[in-house]
């Protein structure tokens, strides 16, 4: 029912902009957009297992937040007012001491630039491990595949006795507009009211499920952003199957799960990836990511003191996007030029049809 709903309120939206000149476009109606934010782009209670979710849309200028005061930020006029999503998950009644809640904070500001939603992402960064102005946390994710155009990260390490401190981890992502920051935390050991605050570290699992919030949120949050239901649907052959695609031959989207079993390829979705095996490769999908991994890749684990990041250590092959790899609520769509150059293909156009061929 929820897709259906959301088909609907997608068509109504109509196209907010041209990808192709995304910062130019025609703008959608702030209140239809709030309203897609909060009934599309947010999770669901139970999106996200056993989690509950809260959510509020609205819009404060950043000014207010006190912006403007901010030294060595080379943006001089912070009188801009985004439109922001943020939700509380939580997750309760599951028995584990210190555990109970969960909560998964987030926070989603809509800007109307580039520049500006870069350094309120850079500033969601802020710590004492650097000046303001700059990235307060290291590079990286939680899991360490790459999300956004760009990411910073920091997690107490899950091997780390109880201690004070450590019952909160932080992913910071920017791409385009965008400016994402998700907040894993837990009560401490003996509840909010115990006198002395000692925290388990973050489980490697709720991690993971705060990392997958954020790629869901970032991946639907663009197909808002590129009028996604009023692009045309387009034939794509593939094997001999016959597929939809989505947009132009400039911009064309493909369901990757769809092509990839009609090529004979196996492979499944796992939390936020889509992996499977090509001619004897890896291919590696992630959600929210401007990029294709192929082949075999690895990650490593950087620690400061208590706290630590991930980040990809070597990949065999990495396939640049203009889009990041696009999540609807059911299929994962990518460009099909990168998935084309992905797997060693070509896309050939002849009218509304589209093939997918070897080279």
């Known amino acids: ?18 990808w192709g000149n995304l ?3 025609q703008k959608m109606d702030e209140e239809r957009m709030m309203r897609l934010l909060k009934e599309f782009v947010a999770l669901e209670s139970n999106e996200l297992h056993g989690f509950g979710a809260k959510t509020i849309v609205d819009r404060k200028n950043l000014k207010a937040y006190g912006y403007d005061k901010i030294p060595n930020v080379p943006i001089r006029n912070w009188d801009v007012t985004p439109i922001d999503l943020y939700q509380r998950l939580t997750r309760t009644e599951t028995g584990m001491l210190g555990r ?11 800007l109307p630039d580039r520049e500006i939603a870069y350094w309120v992402a850079v ?16 590079e990286g994710s939680w899991t360490g595949l790459p ?15 109880p201690a004070p401190g450590i019952g909160t981890a932080n992913l910071v992502v920017w791409d385009g507009r965008l400016a994402l920051r998700v907040n894993v935390h837990y009560q ?15 489980a490697e699992e709720d991690l993971e499920a705060g990392e997958l919030a954020a790629r869901i949120i ?10 996604w239901e009023q692009l045309p649907s387009l034939r794509l052959v593939v094997n001999g199957t016959s597929l939809r695609a989505k947009g132009s031959q400039g911009s064309l989207f493909v369901p990757v799960g769809l092509v990839m079993k009609a090529l004979g390829c196996e492979g499944e979705r796992k939390g936020g990836i889509w992996v499977g095996r090509w001619r004897g490769k890896k291919v590696t999908f992630p959600i929210g990511a401007r990029c294709v991994l192929v082949g075999d890749w690895s990650v490593e684990v950087l620690r400061k003191g208590r706290s630590g990041v991930k980040r990809m250590k070597g990949v ?3 396939v640049g996007l203009k889009v990041p790899v696009l999540y609807d609520g059911r299929e994962i769509w990518v460009e099909g030029e990168g998935l084309a150059k992905a797997l060693g293909l070509k896309l050939e156009q002849k009218g509304q049809t589209i093939a997918l061929l070897p080279k």
């Open 1 to 18: 029912m929820r897709q259906l709903k959301t088909l609907m309120i997608l068509m109504l939206a109509g196209v907010i902009f041209l």
């Open 316 to 318: 065999e092959g990495k």
């Open 100 to 110: 109970d809640p969960t909560d998964i904070f987030i926070r989603v500001h809509l």
């Open 123 to 138: 500033l969601a960064t802020t710590s004492q491990l650097a000046p303001v102005g700059q990235p307060g946390l290291p």
């Open 188 to 202: 401490p050991l003996g509840g909010p009211k115990a006198r002395t605050a000692i925290f388990l570290p973050i």
């Open 147 to 161: 999300i956004g155009e760009k990411s910073w990260a920091s997690a107490p390490n899950p091997k780390e006795p």
């Open 218 to 227: 970032l991946a639907k949050a663009t197909l808002v952003l590129i009028g």
């Open 23 to 25: 910062s130019e476009g």
